[in-house]
């Protein structure tokens, strides 16, 4: 479970702030918002593909969805409020986060082990 977490961890910090090198930090923090939540959506999908559509998996990563939602709205309505951010940067985070999810994915032994223990991180994280 650890592991999993730490993996996504890596992700998130090794996509984001690479391509999003700006003068603002707040810019910076908030690539790696939308990137996570990017992050998020790619494993949710590549989970329900390794569990066979398995529903408490389903849940724990739409439950962590609802209640990310406020700091999406925060994150987009600053990168709308704020100079600076490079034209193409949240698209090209959101991409390489996405890439290394399947990646990731591709080099996992138990895909669904890991969706299973990480969905239970999630249902803990509330």
Known sequence: MRRTLAALAALVAFGAPALAQT???????????????????????????ATGGDAEVAAAFAGFEARSTAWLVIATSLVGSRPGMPEGAIAAAREQTVQNVRRNFGNDQTPAESCRNLAQSLDGAQ
Not at 31 to 46: F, G, K
């Open 23 to 49: 003068d603002d930090r707040v810019l910076n923090d908030v690539v790696t918002v939308l990137s996570s939540h990017a992050l998020i959506r790619e494993t949710a999908a590549q989970c329900a593909v």
